[in-house]
């Protein structure tokens, strides 16, 4: 692990080898010492990682407000060594929501067993954004640990293809997908499709795991969430315990709450999203 000066809080980074030998890399902002610090995990979506745009931003944030924030990249999230570049294509193709969930689960375990320290007995918050919304909550409802769950922008299911897309998909064994900020054609082998299609109906059912959710949890969605539309947050909350489960749109703005990568800066709907986000986590990670 190493200390980096490049934002203004500490942060070091972590490398955690998971049970089938894979890694996660792993950045810890804030101060590792105070052991009573609430500690929230991060968990990017599709085509996401640790330091897109905001990921960096909300650790600056969070910390300067007491937390500990963790964030990481899922193993094959596309991400290698160049933790700005997807060079890793094979492992992308490769990659699972089942996979993802499980490895979510290793990290919160290994946070609870000392990997990062002393943590006190804090329980963890998670905020997960787009895919990794749904992965957040088919996580929290395997794991006592989680205190309180945040999905920005969350999908509302993880089957998401047509019937023509599935059936070319199996037929050439792999769906592809453009990123249109790199220009990458990437693969996502048909070991995914197989993945969902076998456990939508148990592990991987998103419904069934926000029904089952005992803890406190904030949906948040841009109105004009041109990838995820809003009525999936809708929907979310419509399954959700509404004692538990606060719903909050946010005005104008889209998929990154009008944040984008490389990060520029901040904007009014994104303060409003990590300030809602904070004083959500802040009574329920106590």
């Not at 719903?247 to 709450?257: E, L, N, R, S």
Request: proline share 3%; aromatic share 12%; glycine share 8%.
């Amino acid at each position: 692990m190493r200390d980096h000066a490049d934002y203004g809080r500490m942060s070091i980074d972590y490398q955690l080898t998971l049970s089938d030998g894979e890694a996660l890399r792993i950045t810890l902002y804030g101060d590792s010492q105070i052991d009573t610090s609430p500690v929230v995990i991060y968990v990017h979506g599709f085509k996401g990682f640790k330091d897109w745009g905001w990921g960096p931003y909300i650790g600056e944030y969070l910390s300067s407000k007491g937390y500990r924030v963790i964030t990481f990249n899922f193993s094959h999230n596309g991400i290698g060594e160049q933790s700005m570049e997807f060079t890793e294509l094979e492992k992308f193709a490769e990659n699972t929501f089942s996979r993802e969930v499980r490895e979510l689960s290793e990290l919160i375990d290994a946070y609870s067993n000392g990997f990062f320290g002393d943590q006190g007995g804090a329980k963890p918050g998670l905020i997960g954004h787009s895919r990794g919304g749904a992965i957040s909550l088919l996580a929290a409802v395997r794991n006592p640990e989680i205190n309180a769950v945040v999905t920005w922008s969350s999908v509302c299911r993880l089957d998401r293809y047509s019937e023509e897309q599935k059936e070319s998909w199996r037929k050439v064994g792999y769906f592809e997908v453009i990123n249109q900020r790199t220009g990458q054609v990437m693969r996502l082998n048909k070991s995914l499709l197989e993945d969902v299609e076998n456990h939508r109906d148990d592990r991987l059912n998103v419904e069934k795991a926000v029904k089952s959710l005992t803890m406190p949890l904030a949906i948040f969605h841009g109105v004009n969430d041109e990838s995820v539309s809003l009525a999936e947050g809708r929907q979310l909350y419509e399954w959700s315990d509404h004692k538990l489960t606060q719903f909050v749109q946010i005005p104008d703005a889209g998929h990154t709450f009008n944040v984008s990568h490389p990060f520029t800066g901040s904007n009014p709907a994104f303060e409003a999203v990590l300030a809602k986000t904070e004083s959500f986590l802040k009574p329920n990670l106590q």
